[in-house]
């Protein structure tokens, strides 16, 4: 096998994996109140369309992933659709572009998980996933289902909360006077980066076994949990507090918990952001890690970063210059805003 070369280890399941762990991050925790601001009581018809244009660009990312199942992404789409030059500025902005937002997710887990100790828990969530992204993909896809399945569990738990503890009231999802079509639209565009993630399948299609089978079926499944999980979630948080009540908060989540009579529940939605927060790092520093490969193996990056590990089929080179430069960052950077969490009472 080229020294360049990964191995195709990742099966239909890993892969939705992959891209629930993508996506089901903590976006949802914070992004349904500044859509509700935006859309009001279309908070749902926002929601939809945000799906809407995530899977048209989802189905777009997966038919050329299955054409071109290669390490890289965007950067070998446009290499191989427009040019040369046109995958160069693809890849660069998706390097500088994704490190910054490891940074930024980092910095968000620590955030969510310990406030006051913040970049120190960032750096060391970094260090700890790209310990586990040496170690190999498979591993990789194993912590994500970790967290994925904890992240899932707790936003069933929230919603089961929600629309049985709760002063429920289904008249709320009625679309009124307080939503327009431009708020509709606004509340679609701050939605539709909580579908971001979906492309990372594609990034690692050089991994995926059968791609032309596998990436294509994976990438619309894991689009479609995460629009079932997050309509849940909105329509019980609707339920819960209504429109104007979910605008007004900043941890919506956390308050539909006090609203429902568990306040003393509010830190497991806490820890399911963090939680969630976690698995969109590991993954964003795969699709980083991946993207460096395909641009050293092209000399757009030095080429060193393009040997492949011989025992764990990992481009460990590349992996460790990510891991560090996103530890640096967060090490020095600026805390993200982060949310009120209400006390217990």
Not at 90 to 118: I, N
Not at 265 to 291: D, E
Not at 332 to 345: E, K, Y
Request: glycine share 10%; with cysteine.
């Amino acid at each position: 096998m080229p020294p360049s070369e990964l191995a195709r280890r990742l099966g239909t399941g890993d892969a939705v994996v992959i891209g629930l762990g993508s996506m089901i991050g903590a976006g949802i925790f914070a992004a349904l109140a500044p859509a509700a601001r935006a859309a009001g009581s279309g908070l749902l018809l926002g929601l939809a369309l945000a799906a809407l244009v995530a899977y048209c660009n989802a189905t777009s990312s997966a038919r050329l992933a299955a054409r071109y199942p290669e390490s890289g992404g965007t950067y070998v789409y446009g290499r191989e659709r427009l040019g040369a030059f046109w995958g160069y500025l693809a890849g660069w902005a998706f390097v500088v572009g994704k490190t910054a937002s490891c940074a930024a997710m980092a910095l968000t887990v620590g955030l969510y998980a310990w406030p006051s100790q913040a970049h120190a828990v960032a750096v060391a969530a970094v260090v700890a996933l790209t310990a586990v992204n040496y170690a190999g993909v498979h591993k990789s896809a194993v912590v994500t289902r970790v967290i994925v399945a904890v992240v899932l569990a707790v936003l069933a738990s929230f919603v089961v909360i929600a629309l049985t503890s709760g002063p429920a009231d289904a008249g709320r999802l009625d679309i009124g006077s307080d939503t327009s079509l431009g708020g509709i639209l606004q509340a679609a565009g701050l939605l539709f980066f909580a579908f971001a993630g979906y492309a990372r399948i594609a990034t690692l299609g050089e991994e995926v076994r059968d791609p032309a089978r596998t990436i294509p079926r994976a990438i619309p499944l894991a689009l479609a949990i995460t629009l079932l999980v997050y309509a849940a979630v909105a329509v019980s948080a609707l339920i819960v507090l209504g429109s104007d009540a979910l605008a007004k908060t900043s941890a919506p989540l956390a308050e539909v918990m006090r609203a429902a009579g568990t306040p003393q529940l509010t830190p497991l939605t806490q820890a399911g952001a963090a939680i969630a927060a976690l698995g969109s790092l590991l993954a964003l520093i795969l699709g980083v890690s991946r993207t460096t490969l395909a641009m050293a193996r092209d000399r757009h990056l030095p080429h060193v970063l393009a040997a492949v590990h011989p025992r764990s089929q990992v481009p460990h080179r590349a992996e460790l210059a990510v891991g560090t430069i996103v530890a640096a960052l967060a090490a020095t950077s600026g805390s993200p805003p982060s949310a009120s969490w209400p006390t217990t009472p």
